[in-house]
């Protein structure tokens, strides 16, 4: 039997949804009897592979670099997870739509820093105009909400999506959960 | 309750029910267990129609609705929970969602939030709509209060708690649309007010994280819903 | 007898008018005074003065003359010849060519089919009278039919009438007068109210802003009689303030109809008091929604409330209220002068009467025209209107201001009446008619009303609240070329949402403009999309 092929993809967010996948603790290895994790924050692949059957991305949308990462995951990946609030809502990382890009980097850069410095403008990509859920970029399969999702419901939707079947998870979580 | 009280017979998702003739499709509805979605009602305030989570289909019109203040008449035949209803409850629900900055995850009252409640209970796990990120201040000028208007959902059960429960009157709203917002006295900063009496009603009856008590935690936040239907009571007896 | 003092008043200015050999009249109605006629008339006084004509020549100030387009107008009987685009240094040659030829460089003729096809009931008066003169509106019939009301007429009977003439609500619902008036009469209570819905608000509109600075005293009139009807004693014209003619001219016609003997404690000396104030609005849309204006006049936010209770059983400060737009009482004294079945002729077997109209937009001739309903929009436009400049081809017209549609060109023969404009997605409204030519842009027209109607919603419901504004969006998105078909998808769905659940009808008529063009001219908005969620990001 061939393993599925999962991804996990660590976006806009704080890498709490990472560590609450991590939280699974032994079942994980379940998991791996069953998908290989092609690519993920956690193994050491560079590029986002091809045919991907079931891709969990956390986090949303904010820079460039983000923007053409999710559009590679959405092309070579069947299944598409919003995983957790950032990725669903926008969440904390979209809260800087409120004051815009440069207000953003101004504090973070110059009033705020000792000394002041100056945002930079190379290497590190550009921030979009405004942080974006997944769903106002790419089409997106399932939804996760949760400030994490508990390991338990991360747990559940990967083994009925490695089932081939696809999981309800609206009494299971919800935003800021 | 006046002794001339007539009483109706009618049907609610088929079911028949009796009810006063003074009551509310809303109210006959919870009496008997059926769940009908709601955030601007609250049992103790006027009803105002606002929120229109509680729209129900009634058969021969082709209107729908507000249950919250539509009276029971006899030989009505209610529908509380349809196709068209449920898609309708889900996208108010998201409108009021993208309408302003609910971030949940940081929020007073988060796992205590009405809209957060109302999200699980009709399933909704996604905001299609275009969040629209508007920008408000906050108003933590009171010594114990905070107005957070990213949080608001403008049911004004704070104007209504204020003016006809406490009688002050120290909240309402200014503005139009999706400008409007509320606001203590004649827009004056909260800890200014010389109308509020600091009772914090407005805080408890608030759905949401808009009004909160200051230095509260999470687990600390809940708020105490259930005061007015007795307050309510015990002025009706006094009087 | 103030009744005899009323009829002696007006055989005075019947005899006054009639020693005059010429009469200029000068519109002082909005649409001419900001052309500047205030200075026209002033000219023409000056010279008839200067000249000491001022016993031959009768210049005076009077309502709306209709052709806007061709502001500041005059005209000068017995001829009855219009003088268009009037300057104050015409004076000398107007004057000059009284009883002669009519100046061939300002003539206006008046065969056109844009003044022979009227039929003038609401604005019969209007361009005749001074407005500022309770005489000369008597002196035209005036308060006979209030007259006739009070010393003939029991309450009833004036109902019966009102409900023969089949007159429906002329403020845009179309809700049979008479059924509105029994429904007041029957509602039990001592104090009751007449409300005079002076809050018009579509964009272009300006009827009943015309109706009261050309004819205030008609619309009081008609306020009292149909407080005689439903028993009434106080009515309120509420009225936005950025009228301050209309509200002014309405403030004098109070001060001398009370003065006369016509409103006050026991009009015309009979056991019927009335008493009329104005009430300003600060101009917000919603407030011409009929709980919201009463919310307004009792001083409290003008948002709209759940009806019912309706107004008629429980309105202005809980009491029964009756409330009725301007051109709606402008029609109650011809109606009770000249009998419901006479009105009832007039117009379609839905829809009796005219109606006035803004006629606006890509025409010839634009104006305040009165029709008689089901006159069709090719007359309107075509004939009355001349046409589309430039001879460029109609693509739609647009009635009933934001809460409307637009009526693509192909459906031109439409007869104007309630029925056909709902049918074809649009609705009378107030009386608002814009015509667009080929380079109209649908999706930008639907914006245009979607962007009024964001600024304009309350705010109390949440799908009026926050579904314009992200209509709005979509719209937008559509116009920046950066939607998909799922945007509108979505639209749609909104669409839906607000007509379904919208707590008044500013927002459950929010819908219709997008509708309408959905409907009608899909393609421009599909036109605009782009294929992927990849393409729009760009």
């Known amino acids: ?110 009033l705020t820093s000792v000394p002041a410095g100056s945002p930079p403008d190379q290497i590190v990509p550009r921030l979009l105009s405004r942080v974006r859920p997944l769903h106002e970029v790419v089409a997106v399969d399932l939804t996760v909400p949760g400030c994490p999702p508990s390991a338990g419901v991360i747990h559940h939707v990967v083994t009925e999506l490695l089932a081939g079947r696809t999981p309800d998870v609206t009494d299971l979580t919800r935003f800021g959960a | 309750m006046s002794p001339k009280v007539r009483i109706k017979t009618l049907k609610i998702d088929g079911r028949d029910i009796g009810a006063r003739e003074d009551e509310t499709i809303l109210q006959v509805a919870r009496e008997n267990g059926i769940q009908i979605p709601t955030l601007c009602h609250l049992d103790g305030l006027e009803p105002i129609g606002a929120c229109r989570l509680c729209m129900v289909e009634v058969r021969g019109s082709s209107r729908l609705l507000p249950a919250c203040v539509t009276r029971v008449e006899e030989g009505m035949e209610v529908t509380t929970k349809s196709p068209r209803l449920i898609r309708h409850r889900r996208m108010i629900l998201e409108l009021l969602f993208a309408e302003r900055n609910h971030v949940c995850s940081v929020c007073v009252v988060n796992g205590k939030c009405e809209l957060q409640s109302l999200a699980v209970a009709l399933g909704m796990t996604q905001v299609r709509t275009p969040y629209r990120f508007p920008r408000f201040e906050l108003d933590a000028s009171h010594p114990r209060f905070v107005n957070d208007h990213n949080r608001c959902v403008l049911c004004a059960r704070c104007v209504r708690v204020c003016d006809e429960i406490e009688g002050a009157h120290t909240w309402d709203i200014m503005g139009r649309g999706v400008n409007g917002r509320v606001i203590t006295d004649l827009n004056e900063p909260w800890g200014e007010s010389n109308s509020c009496t600091g009772c914090g009603k407005c805080v408890h009856v608030c759905p949401t994280g808009a009004l909160s008590e200051k230095g509260t935690l999470r687990e600390d936040a809940g708020k105490q819903r259930d005061f007015l239907p007795y307050l309510t009571l015990m002025r009706e007896v006094r009087r | 007898m103030p009744i005899e003092r009323v009829l002696a008043m007006a055989s005075a200015q019947v ?144 109902i019966e009438q009102i409900t023969l003439s089949g007159l429906r609500g002329r403020g845009g619902g179309g809700y049979p007068t008479g059924l509105k008036w029994t429904t007041v009469a029957k509602s039990p209570g001592t104090l009751k109210y007449i409300i005079c819905n002076a809050d018009e608000g579509d964009p272009g509109a300006f009827m009943d802003r015309s109706v009261l600075e050309s004819d205030p005293h008609r619309v009081l009139e008609g306020m009292a009689i149909a407080a005689y009807a439903v028993g009434a004693t106080r009515g309120y014209v509420y009225c936005r303030a950025e009228y301050p003619v209309a509200i002014d001219r309405l403030d004098k016609a109070i001060k001398q109809a009370k003065k006369t003997g016509l409103l006050g404690p026991n009009v015309l000396s009979t056991p019927f008091s009335f008493d009329v104030e104005v009430r300003l609005g600060a101009g917000a849309f919603v407030c011409g929604e009929e709980t919201a204006l009463i919310a307004s006049i009792e001083g ?96 739609a017209i647009q009635t009933g201001g934001p809460s409307g549609g637009c009526i693509p060109a192909r459906f031109i023969d439409l007869p104007v009446d309630y029925e056909s404009l709902r049918e074809k997605g649009s609705m009378m409204g107030s009386g608002g008619m814009i015509v667009m030519d080929d380079t109209s842009d649908m999706v930008d027209v639907a914006r245009f009303f979607m962007e009024f109607c964001v600024g304009e919603s309350c705010g109390k419901c949440v799908p009026c609240r926050v579904g314009t504004a992200q209509m709005n969006d979509l719209l937008t998105k559509i116009i920046d070329g950066k939607a998909t078909k799922h945007d509108i998808v979505h639209l749609e769905e909104l669409c839906e949402l607000l007509r379904d659940t919208s707590l008044c009808g500013l927002g459950q008529s929010a819908p219709n403009p997008v509708v309408s063009t959905l409907t009608h001219f899909r393609q421009e908005y599909l036109d605009r999309l782009v294929e992927t969620d990849e393409e729009a990001a760009s």
């Open chain 3, 15 to 158: 005899e006054a008018e009639s020693k005059f050999e010429h009469h200029i009249h000068v519109c002082v109605a909005s649409g001419c005074l900001s052309s500047g006629s205030d200075r026209v008339l002033q000219a023409l006084r000056d010279e008839v003065k200067g000249r000491g004509l001022e016993n031959k020549v009768l210049v005076k100030g009077v309502g709306c003359l209709g052709l806007c387009a061709a502001a500041p107008l005059i005209a000068v009987f017995p001829e009855g010849t219009y003088y268009q685009a009037v300057k104050p240094e015409d004076a000398p040659e107007i004057i000059d060519s009284l009883g002669k030829a009519p100046i061939e460089r300002l003539h206006c003729p008046t065969d056109r089919p844009f003044f022979q096809k009227q039929n003038k009931i609401v604005l019969e008066n209007s361009g005749y009278i001074d407005p500022l003169r309770i005489e000369e509106y008597v002196a035209r019939g005036g308060y006979q039919a209030l007259i006739e009301v009070l010393t003939e007429m029991s309450p009833n009977a004036v």
């Open chain 1, 1 to 110: 039997m061939t393993k599925a092929r999962l991804a996990t993809v660590w976006l806009d967010g704080c890498s709490g949804c990472h560590m609450s996948l991590l939280d699974m603790d032994e079942k994980i290895l379940e998991v791996a009897k069953v998908a290989d994790v092609v690519y993920s924050p956690l193994v050491d692949t560079k590029d986002f592979p091809e045919n991907v059957d079931v891709a969990l991305v956390e986090g949303a949308v904010s820079s460039e670099d983000d923007l053409e990462k999710i559009q590679r995951i959405r092309k070579n990946s069947r299944f598409l997870v919003a995983l957790g609030d950032c990725a669903v809502t926008g969440n904390v990382a979209a809260m800087r739509n409120l004051f815009g890009v440069r207000a953003v980097l101004d504090r973070s850069y110059r």
């Open chain 3, 300 to 395: 409290k936010q003008g948002r709209p409330r759940h009806r019912p209770p309706y107004p008629a059983e429980s309105g202005l400060f809980g009491y029964p209220t009756l409330i009725n737009n301007v051109e709606t009482f402008a029609n109650i004294a011809p109606i009770i002068r000249n009998g419901g079945a006479w009105f009832a002729e007039i117009g379609t077997r839905g829809s009796h009467g005219t109606k006035v109209f803004a006629l606006a937009g890509k025409v010839q001739y634009t104006g305040l025209i009165e029709v008689p309903m089901g006159t069709t929009l090719h007359e309107i436009v075509y004939e009355m209107g001349g046409g589309i400049p430039d001879n460029r081809p109609c693509k």
